[in-house]
């Protein structure tokens, strides 16, 4: 099952749009974390980023998957998912050794531009670069498919959405957040992030929002990106395909399977945005 790296390579690079939460995840994502960021956060980071506006981390959010379609990035396209060599649904689980060896995975890529981020001797341009990738993969992590080899993520698993024909990777990265939130822009992402802010400020996350960031040590920056894929990982076996891969083959995902995923595609987003929050304020308190 295993497979060929330079041919991951390959393909991530030359299909830009395989391997993401689409634009609506990783906005959304942003925009909570925004929410949640210390102002010593927001100000370091504007000033980083170049950018005094509330969208100062949404703006930057998905520049990773630009990059890794351009040359220079292509070496980044591993760096979007972690290829758990698991059998889902019977057994989900997620090995360092096993499942990330060779061109990095997302848990290298969080430990390295997390530590890159933290060097004051690189350019403030590669600490840019850094700080895009540290907001752009901590969505990813999140994406339960980012975190599963079966079918190169359901990339080709044929499924359809809506009457047009797509694969699970691209329900799970984009018509399930774009269905949810009602949209693709920028806008309509800061609405639903507001939603997500609330749920976790006074809502049903209220209670669990501690749990999400406990034992986050940004000194173990692998130790919690590998927490958090594993979280990911399991949600494969018990809401992605809980009951191996036929059903998904012969139903419209846009009704039963949609109402199912929904409440994990929610909780994915406010964790991961939580969770940026606090992984950028810990950076910027350790400079
Ligand atoms: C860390 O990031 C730099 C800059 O993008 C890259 O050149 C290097 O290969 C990365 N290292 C690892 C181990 O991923
Ligand atoms: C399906 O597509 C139609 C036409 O584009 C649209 O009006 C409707 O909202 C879509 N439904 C879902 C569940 O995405
Ligand atoms: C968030 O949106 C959902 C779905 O529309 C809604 O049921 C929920 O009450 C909203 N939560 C808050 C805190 O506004
Ligand atoms: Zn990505």
Redesign the pocket.
Known sequence: MARILPLITLLAASLPAVHAWGAMGHYAVAYVATNFVSTTTKSYMQTLLADTTTDYLASVATWADSYRSTSAGAFSAPFHYIDALDSPPSSCSVSLSRDCNGGGCVVSAIANYTSRLQNTALSASERQIAAKMVIHFLGDVGQPLHCENLDEGGNTVDVT???SSTNLHAVWDT?IP??ISGGSSKSVAKTWAANLTAEINSGSYHSLASGWVSGMSITNAQASALTWASESNAEVCTVVMPNGLSPLETQDL??AY?TSATPTVRLQIAKQGYRLAKWLDAIVASL
Do not use: A, I, L, V
């Open positions: 959405y809506n009457k018509k774009e269905h846009s009704g949609t």
